[in-house]
């Protein structure tokens, strides 16, 4: 059963978004987060799932916990949010209201 009733988006997708926060990081590929949101698709597949959907992804690659850290901390504008914790539940929260944020911006 699904975590949410309306989630279409595949595992490998998910992921992919996921990867945002290092594939942005100096630790990754350095792109831009315009970049990665147009590569991910993300505003396309947004509609499509929501936080909890990626709870299970984050527990089982506990990295991407370090790495949405580091994201958080390494942030050099004042916009977006910050990460209120290390659960998989506080990482995932993070990631959707951090990457709405910037793709409500363009």
């Given at each position: 059963?699904?975590?949410?009733?309306?989630?279409?988006?595949?595992?490998?997708?998910?992921?992919?978004i996921?990867?945002?926060g290092?594939?942005?990081?100096?630790?990754?590929?350095?792109?831009?987060?315009r970049?990665?949101?147009e590569?991910?698709?993300?505003?396309?597949?947004?509609p499509?799932?929501?936080?909890?959907?990626?709870?299970?992804?984050?527990?089982?690659?506990?990295?991407?916990?370090?790495?949405?850290?580091?994201?958080?901390?390494?942030?050099?504008t004042?916009?977006?949010?910050?990460?209120?914790?290390?659960?998989?539940?506080?990482?995932?929260?993070y990631?959707?209201?951090?990457?709405?944020?910037?793709?409500?911006?363009?």
């Open positions: 059963m699904a975590l949410c009733d309306f989630v279409i988006v595949d595992r490998a997708t998910l992921h992919r996921l990867s945002i290092h594939d942005t990081s100096m630790r990754g590929e350095g792109i831009s987060l970049d990665a949101l590569q991910t698709h993300y505003r396309d597949h947004r499509y799932f929501c936080a909890a959907e990626l709870i299970p992804l984050i527990e089982a690659d506990p990295d991407l916990i370090t790495q949405w850290a580091m994201y958080s901390e390494d942030k050099r004042s916009g977006g949010f910050a990460l209120d914790g290390m659960s998989p539940q506080a990482v995932a929260d990631v959707v209201r951090e990457l709405d944020f910037w793709a409500s911006q363009e």
